[in-house]
Protein backbone atom coordinates (compact mmCIF):
# COMPACT_ATOMS: atom_id res chain seq x y z
CA UNK A 1 0.00 0.00 0.00
CA UNK A 2 2.60 2.49 0.70
CA UNK A 3 4.34 1.41 -2.76
CA UNK A 4 0.97 2.63 -4.51
CA UNK A 5 0.20 5.87 -2.33
CA UNK A 6 4.17 6.72 -2.97
CA UNK A 7 3.73 6.04 -6.62
CA UNK A 8 0.29 8.63 -6.43
CA UNK A 9 2.20 11.27 -4.95
CA UNK A 10 5.08 11.23 -6.77
CA UNK A 11 3.13 11.54 -9.87
CA UNK A 12 2.11 14.63 -8.47
CA UNK A 13 5.43 16.20 -7.98
CA UNK A 14 5.04 15.43 -4.05
CA UNK A 15 8.49 13.37 -3.33
CA UNK A 16 8.13 10.43 -1.38
CA UNK A 17 11.90 9.83 -0.62
CA UNK A 18 13.64 10.03 1.31
CA UNK A 19 12.16 9.65 4.58
CA UNK A 20 9.14 11.19 3.31
CA UNK A 21 6.56 8.99 3.98
CA UNK A 22 6.20 6.76 7.08
CA UNK A 23 3.23 3.73 7.55
CA UNK A 24 2.71 2.30 10.27
CA UNK A 25 0.08 -0.86 10.12
CA UNK A 26 -2.00 -2.65 12.67
CA UNK A 27 -3.83 -5.98 12.08
CA UNK A 28 -6.60 -6.93 13.95
CA UNK A 29 -7.23 -10.60 13.97
CA UNK A 30 -10.76 -12.55 15.23
CA UNK A 31 -12.28 -16.11 14.57
CA UNK A 32 -16.08 -15.13 13.71
CA UNK A 33 -16.52 -18.72 12.41
CA UNK A 34 -14.10 -21.04 15.05
CA UNK A 35 -10.84 -19.74 12.57
CA UNK A 36 -8.41 -17.16 12.93
CA UNK A 37 -8.53 -14.59 10.28
CA UNK A 38 -7.76 -11.23 9.37
CA UNK A 39 -10.69 -8.66 9.57
CA UNK A 40 -9.43 -5.54 9.58
CA UNK A 41 -6.03 -3.10 8.86
CA UNK A 42 -5.34 0.18 10.35
CA UNK A 43 -3.09 2.32 8.32
CA UNK A 44 -1.48 5.57 9.61
CA UNK A 45 0.60 7.76 7.15
CA UNK A 46 3.09 9.98 8.28
CA UNK A 47 3.49 12.84 5.30
CA UNK A 48 6.47 15.36 4.95
CA UNK A 49 5.47 17.58 2.00
CA UNK A 50 6.35 20.57 0.61
CA UNK A 51 4.12 23.27 1.11
CA UNK A 52 1.46 24.18 -1.39
CA UNK A 53 0.92 20.32 -1.92
CA UNK A 54 -1.34 19.99 0.80
CA UNK A 55 -4.20 19.46 -1.13
CA UNK A 56 -3.33 17.51 -3.70
CA UNK A 57 -1.67 14.92 -1.09
CA UNK A 58 -4.92 14.70 0.87
CA UNK A 59 -6.99 14.05 -2.37
CA UNK A 60 -4.03 11.10 -2.53
CA UNK A 61 -4.74 9.72 0.43
CA UNK A 62 -8.78 9.58 -0.23
CA UNK A 63 -8.38 7.54 -3.18
CA UNK A 64 -5.76 6.10 -3.89
CA UNK A 65 -6.96 2.82 -2.31
CA UNK A 66 -9.29 2.40 -5.79
CA UNK A 67 -5.62 1.41 -7.19
CA UNK A 68 -3.79 -0.58 -4.86
CA UNK A 69 -3.32 -4.30 -5.77
CA UNK A 70 -3.43 -5.07 -2.00
CA UNK A 71 -6.48 -3.67 -1.15
CA UNK A 72 -8.18 -4.68 -4.01
CA UNK A 73 -7.52 -7.98 -3.16
CA UNK A 74 -8.50 -8.09 -0.24
CA UNK A 75 -11.85 -5.99 -0.32
CA UNK A 76 -14.59 -7.88 0.56
CA UNK A 77 -12.60 -9.36 3.09
CA UNK A 78 -10.43 -7.18 5.51
CA UNK A 79 -11.62 -3.77 6.36
CA UNK A 80 -9.27 -1.00 5.74
CA UNK A 81 -9.16 2.28 8.05
CA UNK A 82 -6.54 5.19 6.71
CA UNK A 83 -5.27 8.49 8.32
CA UNK A 84 -2.57 10.17 8.58
CA UNK A 85 -0.62 13.43 9.26
CA UNK A 86 0.56 16.05 6.79
CA UNK A 87 3.98 18.06 7.74
CA UNK A 88 4.45 21.08 5.73
CA UNK A 89 7.97 22.20 4.62
CA UNK A 90 9.70 24.83 2.80
CA UNK A 91 11.04 23.57 -0.50
Not at 13 to 38: C, F, H, L, R, S
Not at 55 to 77: D, H, I, S
Request: glycine share 6%; with cysteine.
Amino acid sequence: MTGTLSGALYARQIPPYPNKVKTTVQGTIEAPDGVMKITKIDCHYDLKIPKGKREAAERVLNVFEKKCPVAQTLKGNVTFTHTWTIEEYEQ
